[in-house]
Nanobody, 123 residues
Framework: QVQLRQSGGGLVQAGDSLRLSCAAS?????VSWFRQAPGKERQFVAA????????HYADSAKGRFSISRDNANNTVYLQMNILKPDDTAVYYC???????????????????WGQGTQVTVSS
């Protein structure tokens, strides 16, 4: 099991940028970001493989969000640009043993979760 500690959320205005961090207690394999808006299901945002050479994004994130990792520090990042009010949600990072694009959005395949961090985008 791996502990995931998140940081970087906050309140911003539409058009601003934020970078979320997900620091792991040890080397992780595939890591993804999800988000959950009030009253809605948790949704997939982006995924990255253990080596960082493969990434996958939800349509809502393509072109605006970028996932990356620093394996020397066991940290995965989510850079979010041109934020919109619809991006308001609690964001979670999650880890699992393998990177498999087809199941990246399936919450059941993730064994470890971060504590969540609030991102609020005002219009």
């Amino acid at each position: 099991q791996v502990q995931l500690r998140q940081s970087g959320g906050g309140l911003v205005q539409a058009g601003d940028s934020l970078r979320l961090s997900c620091a792991a207690s040890r080397r992780t394999y595939a890591v993804s970001w999800f988000r959950q808006a009030p009253g809605k299901e948790r949704q997939f945002v982006a995924a990255i493989s253990g080596s960082g050479d493969m990434t996958h994004y939800a349509d809502s994130a393509k072109g605006r969000f970028s996932i990356s990792r620093d394996n020397a520090n066991n940290t995965v990042y989510l850079q979010m640009n041109i934020l919109k009010p619809d991006d308001t949600a609690v964001y979670y990072c999650a880890a699992r043993p393998t990177y498999y694009k087809k199941t990246a959005s399936d919450l059941r395949t993730y064994s470890d979760w971060g504590q969540g961090t609030q991102v609020t985008v005002s219009s």
